[in-house]
């Protein structure tokens, strides 16, 4: 029912329910809600890794609860993260459930990533530095990697189905879901841009730039999927920010920069990560949570080598 791997990481659930599995999420439909689980999977360079990050799922779940709690004015599709009394039998251990698992509404999905950039970095900065313009909005001659730009500017992405996603002007988002849809996503996500933003500046970390997915249920446009986690978002330590070079970042860098440095060609299957980057990692995941909520992460995980 739970698959873990060497190293205490949650890597697949088998739950007797319909299931579509993502790069990280097992998907549970319960009829007229999902169940959502954020397993420990890690994906780098469009592979799932076989090595896991032990309370990565924890992390990301419990980072979304905070932000759906706190946006003002915001409608989503969180409703609770217990599991509903009596859906699993009572013999089926489900510890491994605890603190990953999202009880949500259904709905109908928007074919869009709804990218809102604050600072100029990864696709957006080869952009920039090929056209002077990301998604065809123009910005100032003479930045340089990680400037923050004069406002934060939406940019949507297609929804690939295999590779990588697309990002494309605003205006064929328009042609395609209609301009009155177009600006109210534009204008929801530029809202939560800005009240995140301000809440985490305030607490220690930079958002450069983050993507929303959003949904219809009961006709009514809502916020889904995980919110403002180090999976969707790129937070950088505001006290280390420095433009003009890749900032630290609370995210999966040290599992990047060791595939890069491994030799993997990303074609073959990819390696085992190391316990250090397996550990370091997961440092960095759970910091930018407490730093942004001041709590602490529930955690069953032992490190190698711990009494039990």
């Given at each position: 029912m739970f698959q873990f791997d060497s190293g205490g990481a949650l890597m697949a659930t088998n739950l007797p329910f319909p299931k579509h599995s993502g790069k990280v999420r097992d998907v549970y439909d319960l009829g007229d809600q999902f169940l959502i689980i954020s397993t420990d999977r890690i994906s780098a360079f469009?592979?799932?890794?076989?090595?896991?990050?032990?309370d990565k799922g924890r992390v990301l779940t419990a980072t979304s609860e905070f932000w759906f709690s706190h946006l003002s004015?915001?409608?989503?599709h969180w409703i609770t993260g217990d599991l509903p009394p009596g859906l699993l039998p009572d013999l089926i251990d489900t510890s491994p459930l605890v603190g990953r698992s999202m009880i949500v509404r259904k709905a109908v999905v928007v074919p869009y990533e709804c990218v809102v950039r604050g600072y100029l970095e990864g696709s957006g900065l080869k952009e920039y530095q090929n056209f002077g313009q990301i998604c065809g909005i123009e910005l100032p001659a003479g930045l340089v990697q990680c400037d923050r730009l004069p406002e934060p500017i939406f940019t949507p992405a297609t929804k690939a189905a295999s590779g990588h996603d697309e990002n494309v002007p605003w205006q064929r988002m328009a042609d395609d879901i209609g301009p009155p849809l177009a600006n109210e996503l534009r204008n929801l996500s530029l809202d939560i841009f800005s009240q995140a933003s301000t809440y985490a500046q305030q607490h220690g970390i930079l958002i450069a730039d983050t993507k929303f997915e959003f949904g219809f249920a009961d006709g009514e446009l809502i916020l889904i999927d995980?919110?403002?986690t180090p999976d969707s978002s790129r937070f950088w330590?505001?006290?280390?920010?420095?433009?003009?070079?890749?900032?630290?970042?609370?995210d999966k860098q040290f599992v990047r920069e060791w595939l890069i440095d491994s030799g993997w060609d990303r074609e073959s299957p990819p390696p085992a990560l190391p316990i250090d980057v397996?550990?370091?990692?997961?440092?960095?995941?759970?910091?930018a949570y407490q730093m942004l909520t001041g709590r602490q992460v529930p955690s069953i995980y032992v490190e190698p080598g711990s009494d039990f």
């Amino acid at each position: 029912m739970f698959q873990f791997d060497s190293g205490g990481a949650l890597m697949a659930t088998n739950l007797p329910f319909p299931k579509h599995s993502g790069k990280v999420r097992d998907v549970y439909d319960l009829g007229d809600q999902f169940l959502i689980i954020s397993t420990d999977r890690i994906s780098a360079f469009d592979s799932i890794l076989p090595s896991g990050i032990p309370d990565k799922g924890r992390v990301l779940t419990a980072t979304s609860e905070f932000w759906f709690s706190h946006l003002s004015g915001i409608r989503h599709h969180w409703i609770t993260g217990d599991l509903p009394p009596g859906l699993l039998p009572d013999l089926i251990d489900t510890s491994p459930l605890v603190g990953r698992s999202m009880i949500v509404r259904k709905a109908v999905v928007v074919p869009y990533e709804c990218v809102v950039r604050g600072y100029l970095e990864g696709s957006g900065l080869k952009e920039y530095q090929n056209f002077g313009q990301i998604c065809g909005i123009e910005l100032p001659a003479g930045l340089v990697q990680c400037d923050r730009l004069p406002e934060p500017i939406f940019t949507p992405a297609t929804k690939a189905a295999s590779g990588h996603d697309e990002n494309v002007p605003w205006q064929r988002m328009a042609d395609d879901i209609g301009p009155p849809l177009a600006n109210e996503l534009r204008n929801l996500s530029l809202d939560i841009f800005s009240q995140a933003s301000t809440y985490a500046q305030q607490h220690g970390i930079l958002i450069a730039d983050t993507k929303f997915e959003f949904g219809f249920a009961d006709g009514e446009l809502i916020l889904i999927d995980e919110v403002l986690t180090p999976d969707s978002s790129r937070f950088w330590p505001a006290a280390d920010y420095h433009p003009g070079h890749p900032q630290q970042s609370f995210d999966k860098q040290f599992v990047r920069e060791w595939l890069i440095d491994s030799g993997w060609d990303r074609e073959s299957p990819p390696p085992a990560l190391p316990i250090d980057v397996i550990l370091r990692t997961r440092e960095k995941y759970i910091e930018a949570y407490q730093m942004l909520t001041g709590r602490q992460v529930p955690s069953i995980y032992v490190e190698p080598g711990s009494d039990f």
